[in-house]
């Protein structure tokens, strides 16, 4: 009489299994060597394809960044004419009253500057973006 397949495999599965000895366990352990395993990035990067892609993308946003750089350039006010006659006025109190030279410079800078209106300034941005 047979023994149908289902009963044998339950008998096989209910056997005891070996032990591996210790010893053979530690030589196998010894001699095998584990590479690591290479990770989604280093993978992407030894694609042509992926490299292609990423200059492609590098040198889009490079020309995006030199094009919006020159559609928004604005011209800083400089002093005006007003503003030089002061600072001369400024330079000549100062030599009189005998202030020392970088005291004397700093003053006169602040001056060419302070003469600027908002309006002045406007304009002379407005005129520089023509």
Do not use: C, N, Y
């Not at 149908?4 to 000895?21: A, D, M, N, T, Y």
């Amino acid at each position: 009489m047979s023994t149908p397949p289902h009963e044998i495999e339950s008998r096989l599965r209910q056997l005891p299994k070996p032990r591996v000895p210790g010893d053979l366990k530690r030589r196998v352990m010894a001699a095998a060597t584990l590479s690591p395993r290479a990770s989604w990035r280093d993978r992407a990067w030894h694609s042509r394809a992926w490299r292609l892609a990423a200059v492609a993308t590098l040198l889009a946003l490079l020309a995006a960044d030199r094009w919006s750089a020159g559609a928004f350039r604005v011209e800083m006010a400089g002093p005006g004419p007003a503003a030089g006659e002061e600072s001369i006025l400024v330079a000549a109190v100062g030599v009189e009253m005998g202030m020392p030279e970088q005291a004397m410079a700093r003053l006169t800078s602040r001056v060419e500057f302070a003469g600027l209106t908002a309006q002045e300034s406007r304009e002379q941005a407005g005129a520089a973006l023509r």
